[in-house]
């Protein structure tokens, strides 16, 4: 039993064996490490500890740790062993399944250098900065420790090359989530989304995962010019869904219809009998239609215009003119107003030429006048 003990002990490692050991001591640069079966201790140079660089060697491993080695170089009084070097070898074997898989794993961005982050995964995997999120990042420098989700977009064992995208994740998770949206929506529902950007023509709005448009002329019940005069960019709105095309991935929605109606509480804004400002909209051959609210119009029939006859209602009015109206009559379920101008009309105009009278009542009436002074003088 001794014997065999002593040739346990004596048992003579070469490059490339594998090796069990417990670590002894950390020092600044290296670890060293009671290895078994064998009288020699072994070093592991700090180079040698993991794929990543390390800047101390008790940032890597810990006295009494059990760890598996690979025999570098035989020396007459040390063996120089490897760690990154098993777990590499173990870390691609793993990694490949993962890649052939499609895995998503959770990992720790262990550094911040020039164009990306790193990752220890047994093998140094890096992260391009196009490959780290959906949007433009400035600024890595607060993502060294944290854990993010991972999915392999390039390996290559020969050239030690490991890619990694978290990019890849978030559009996954994104596209299954506008999928789950589009699967859930219908005309009508009144939803709550963020608008993501404008453009001339109007506004997309998130409403989970997928954008919708907004089109300028279901922005408000006023007129827009430009949607940035109505809503702006990460701005929260209710919006109602018109039309939901799932081939072509396309939604319509609209603000305006979320909002209260211009003819909305109409009765208390324009009652009957009362005095508003308005702007001619419209000329008609009966009448003028005025814009006393915005998206509120009424009409004042020609008959309402002016106290004298007038043909037609160009002859006194013109597009974009302002008035001032009077509200004869409201019908909320029709949403229509009667208004009238006339009344405003200056007094001086009430009686013109137009209402001068007939030339043979003037002369009637002058003789009438006179007829009794004359037969006066002839007495």
């Known amino acids: 039993m001794s014997e065999d003990m002593n040739q346990v002990e004596v048992a003579n490692y070469e490059a490339g064996d594998r090796v069990k050991g417990q670590v002894t001591k950390v020092e600044e640069k290296q670890v060293i490490v009671n290895i078994e079966n064998s009288k020699l201790d072994g070093i592991i140079p700090i180079s040698e500890l993991s794929s990543l660089h390390v800047e101390k060697a008790d940032d890597a491993v ?5 760890l598996e080695l690979e025999v570098l170089k035989v020396e007459e009084e040390a063996l120089i062993l ?17 890649y052939e898989n499609g895995e998503i794993f959770e990992a720790e961005v262990k550094d911040v250098v020039k164009g990306g982050l790193v990752v220890d995964l047994g093998v140094r995997g890096f992260v391009p900065a196009s490959l780290v999120e959906a949007h433009f990042v400035e600024d890595f420098s607060d993502y060294k420790g944290r854990s993010l989700s991972f999915k392999i977009v390039e390996l290559d064992k020969e ?22 949206t589009l699967g859930s929506l219908d005309a009508g529902q009144v939803l709550e989304g963020t608008v993501q950007r404008l453009t001339d023509f109007g506004a997309f709005v998130d409403i989970g ?12 019940h006023e007129h827009v010019e430009k949607p940035s005069d109505v809503v702006q960019e990460g701005q929260k709105v209710q919006v109602k869904v018109l039309s939901v095309d799932r081939d072509n991935e396309r939604i319509s929605l609209s603000i305006k219809e979320t909002l209260p109606g211009p003819w909305s509480d109409i009765e208390e804004k ?6 508003l400002e308005g702007v001619v909209k419209r000329l008609v051959s009966y009448g003028a239609f005025v814009e006393v609210f915005p998206g509120v119009e009424g009409l004042v029939h020609i008959s309402q215009i002016s106290h004298r006859h007038i043909g037609t209602p160009h002859e006194v009015l013109q597009e974009g003119q302002e008035v001032k109206v009077k509200v004869l009559d409201v019908n ?5 107003l009667s208004l009238s101008m006339k009344e405003f009309e200056p007094k001086e105009d ?29 007495n």
């Open 332 to 336: 909320v379920e029709e949403q229509r």
């Open 159 to 180: 050239k030690n090359r490991l890619i990694l995208s978290h990019r890849a994740v978030i559009e996954a998770e994104n596209s299954k989530k506008k999928q789950d």
């Open 62 to 66: 810990s006295e009494g740790e059990e």
């Open 209 to 220: 995962g997928v954008d919708g448009l907004v089109h300028i002329s279901q922005l408000s």
């Open 82 to 98: 490897s760690k990154r070097k098993v777990d590499a070898e173990k870390a691609w074997d793993k990694l490949h399944d993962q």
């Open 350 to 378: 009430q009686f013109d030429d137009d209402y001068e009278l007939p030339e043979e009542s003037k002369g009637f009436q002058l003789g009438e006048l006179l007829g009794d002074k004359l037969k006066n003088l002839k």
């Open 270 to 275: 324009a009652p009957k009998g009362s005095t």
